[in-house]
């Protein structure tokens, strides 16, 4: 077994063995909820120090991140910083983090930029739902309208790349469905009309450049 995978494997254990034997001492001793934080804290700071030891040991910084997060979340919901209606927006943003970090580090590790997109997007509706500004057939339109922008931003980076306007078109025209459902076509035709308005003036403007 390598280096690396040894200290994985004590790491692990480590934190195993830790927060059992704080289970343990919680049957007899009463915990506050800052202990917990606490605790949560400084086992995430054993697994960074295991980390800076080797800084090509990029998984131990997984344990470090959930660590970390589980105690920021906590210390936020104690300190009332956070609204419990944003606690999903909170833990899915935490969870994309990771992955366009990956990408910003890296870009040629696109594919990080799915799992990101998909999280913050599903927050996001989380988000408009508990707050009551997303229902009834609004949720579909939603829905349809954010799986097809990444299909427009991939023909809008590779226009030669015509394959992505099939998908982004379909979607765009169930989306376009449900909306016209919603009784809001009064709105989609002022809007469309400033839109090709708004292109037509830009369209002039670009030549004239």
Request: proline share 6%; hydrophobic share 60%.
């Amino acid at each position: 077994m390598n280096t690396q995978q040894t200290k994985q494997s004590m790491a692990w254990g480590s934190l195993l063995i830790f927060f059992g034997l704080v289970s343990l001492l919680e049957l007899y001793f009463d915990f506050t909820p800052w202990t917990w934080v606490a605790f949560l804290a400084v086992a995430g700071l054993g697994t960074f120090a295991i980390y800076l030891t080797d800084r090509t040991n990029f998984p131990m910084l997984i344990p470090t991140y959930v660590l970390w997060i589980l105690a920021v979340l906590i210390s936020l919901l104690l300190l009332n910083w956070l609204p419990d209606d944003l606690v999903p927006l909170f833990v899915l943003t935490a969870v994309a983090i990771p992955f366009l970090a990956t990408y910003l580090i890296n870009p040629t590790q696109w594919w990080s930029l799915i799992p990101t997109y998909i999280l913050l997007g599903i927050g996001f509706m989380v988000t408009l739902l508990t707050y009551g500004l997303l229902n009834d057939l609004w949720v579909p339109t939603f829905v349809m309208f954010l799986i097809a922008l990444p299909f427009y931003v991939i023909y809008a980076r590779y226009p030669n790349e015509k394959w992505p306007l099939i998908p982004a078109g379909i979607l765009t025209i169930i989306g376009l469905a449900f909306l016209l459902a919603t009784g809001a076509a009064q709105y989609i035709v002022a809007i469309a009309l400033i839109l090709v308005g708004s292109w037509l003036l830009w369209r002039e403007h670009a030549v004239r450049v």
